[in-house]
């Protein structure tokens, strides 16, 4: 056919992953395109796009033809979108039915939702959280638009000064960015750290519920879509959170905002310091707790998710017991693991090494009945480039030994049903950041330890960033099938997060994210933390102790080499 000139096409083509091809007039909303694509299939609903490689919010305008694929509410940025985006439709209804109240989102809970708290006046009772409730789910059948605005950055320093958000301009005062995206729902105009959901109506699936001093937000857990889970309140998960509260007044440091102010001012040293000694404290009442049933208390398990720093926290709590007169000894459990050809298989067939079955349980009972029995044995050790276990030393150790297991199935009543249970002092160790960028833009605390293993692998493994981040989501299945099912059992909550660890991070995984090439899936998560890293004054590590759990990421801990080992060894 030859050449001819032509008129500009006035409408635009989205082809979805499926291969459908849909068309409208240039200037549609996404939001229409993805109507269309998903009008009668029973799938989660859709509340965002991944248009031509980037994250896409369906209120933006289709200008050219592109690539779609859907983001629905039960993947890992759906489910972000959709829990940003119901905080800002509780701020905006609790604004409008009690307007002196200042909501804070203060941390996540298990079972699904965020613990909130309002000062300005007294807690909600529950009478006002069911109105609170009912103003919502009717503002959701309304399917209001979540309106979203460019402006000039002095332009919403000065509407939120106006406003009385001091926490929020504080915050805004150090951004260098000339313009900030602002959202507008009812009366209220804020600014949420990433993308909303283009109206109320897919909001649909929430409860408040009174708890502690404040109440819930609650909603479903990613992969779960449109349930939320029975509520689960966990008192010694709260004490931990509260414990970092304190910790946070201690330090003088409220948000991210003032932990910059402390950077700038020169008290950096004074953050690390304190906040390192607030940790010793607590492994030092463990290790305490531990000694005072010296009799019973033979063996330790530390479990937590990955890059909670469960190494070093074992490290640093034998040295406390060898300081009170015990010999810690620590076993490996995955040691422990059954011959490559006996590892149980996932779904995919691939090995899934995360099981609690990849482990040899009877071999591991009976080999910690014969330690604590003070019988000679010889250990294994399992060798991972021939994916078989082997003969290890032979040890013996005295009544005045402990055992330190770490892995992520300490708490898991499975692991060691043929020991007493008395014999065994449970600990969960996880990083529960609770610092926050504002009142209510969170600081995921599953993000500061992807940070944290980012660095890491980096470091001691070879992988890139995108390979990282491409094993996360593996990654989390496991901790969700075979750790946080199992943290209520434990006798200890050690919080791992350090106030001052995204300042030091940020100019060591800056780098390595940026490495990724932006045409790929991986891209979409490395720009999503970039621009969450944006926000803190970033430093050097020249003054973190070389005993500190960040030097298990960072590199140059004193622990590395150390690993507690029995003085008197087998017969």
Not at 241 to 256: A, P
Not at 285 to 291: C, E, F, N, P
Not at 521 to 542: C, H, K, M, P, Y
């Amino acid at each position: 056919m030859p050449v001819r000139v032509s008129r500009p096409r006035r409408t635009a083509y989205i082809t979805f992953a499926d291969g459908r091809v849909f068309s409208a007039p240039v200037g549609t909303p996404l939001r229409d395109y993805v109507e269309a694509a998903t009008a009668g299939d029973d799938q989660p609903p859709a509340i965002a796009a991944i248009l031509d490689g980037k994250l896409t919010e369906l209120a933006r305008a289709v200008r050219r033809d592109a690539q779609a694929e859907l983001v629905r509410i039960n993947s890992a940025d759906g489910a972000r979108i959709y829990r940003r985006s119901l905080t800002f439709l509780l701020i905006a209804v609790a604004g409008r039915c009690f307007p002196t109240a200042k909501v804070y989102v203060e941390h996540s809970i298990t079972s699904g939702g965020y613990y909130c708290r309002i000062t300005g006046r007294p807690p909600f009772s529950p009478a006002e959280l069911a109105t609170l409730a009912q103003e919502m789910a009717a503002v959701v059948d309304q399917d209001l638009p979540i309106a979203r605005q460019e402006v000039p950055l002095l332009e919403a320093v000065a509407l939120f000064r106006a406003a009385g958000d001091h926490e929020k301009v504080a915050l805004l005062e150090q951004r260098r960015k000339p313009t900030l995206i602002v959202y507008k729902l009812l009366d209220t105009q804020d600014y949420f750290h990433g993308y909303m959901a283009p109206s109320t109506g897919t909001l649909r699936y929430f409860a408040l519920e009174p708890a502690e001093e404040g109440f819930l937000l609650r909603f479903p857990r990613q992969g779960a879509a449109t349930e939320i889970a029975p509520l689960s309140i966990s008192p010694p998960m709260f004490a931990v959170f509260t414990e970092y509260s304190e910790w946070l007044h201690t330090l003088g440091i409220r948000n991210v905002s003032g932990l910059n102010a402390a950077i700038a001012a020169g008290r950096l040293t004074e953050v690390i310091l304190v906040t390192e000694a607030l940790h010793e404290q607590r492994i030092s009442d463990m290790a305490a707790q531990i000694a005072s049933r010296r009799q019973q208390a033979r063996i330790i398990l530390i479990a937590g998710p990955s890059a909670s720093g469960k190494t070093t926290t074992a490290r640093r709590l034998a040295v406390r017991l060898l300081a009170l007169g015990l010999h810690p000894f620590a076993i490996s459990i995955d040691d422990f693991f059954h011959d490559r050809a006996h590892t149980p298989r996932d779904a995919s067939g691939a090995y899934d090494f995360e099981s609690l079955y990849a482990v040899d349980l009877p071999f591991l009972n009976h080999t910690l009945n014969q330690l604590v029995a003070g019988e000679p044995v010889q250990m294994p050790r399992f060798d991972f480039q021939l994916g078989q276990r082997l003969p290890g030393p032979s040890v013996r150790i005295r009544p005045d030994h402990v055992l330190i297991l770490e892995g992520i199935h300490g708490l898991n009543p499975d692991l060691l049903p043929e020991v007493d249970p008395a014999l065994c002092y449970r600990i969960y160790v996880s990083a529960l950041t609770q610092l926050n960028l504002d009142r209510y833009n969170r600081i995921s605390t599953t993000d500061t330890r992807l940070i944290r293993r980012i660095v890491r692998d980096a470091r001691t493994r070879g992988y890139s960033a995108a390979d990282t981040i491409a094993r996360w989501e593996s990654v989390r299945l496991g901790e969700r099938a075979w750790i946080f099912p199992f943290q209520e059992r434990a006798d200890a909550m050690f919080n791992s997060a350090l106030t001052y660890e995204l300042a030091v991070l940020r100019p060591l995984v800056e780098p390595i994210l940026r490495q990724i090439d932006q045409n790929t899936v991986e891209w979409i998560e490395a720009n999503r933390l970039l621009a969450r890293l944006q926000w803190f004054q970033q430093t050097d590590s020249e003054h973190v102790p070389s005993d500190s759990i960040l030097r298990e990421f960072i590199g140059g801990s004193i622990l590395h080499d150390y690993r507690p080992w029995p003085v008197v060894s087998g017969q």
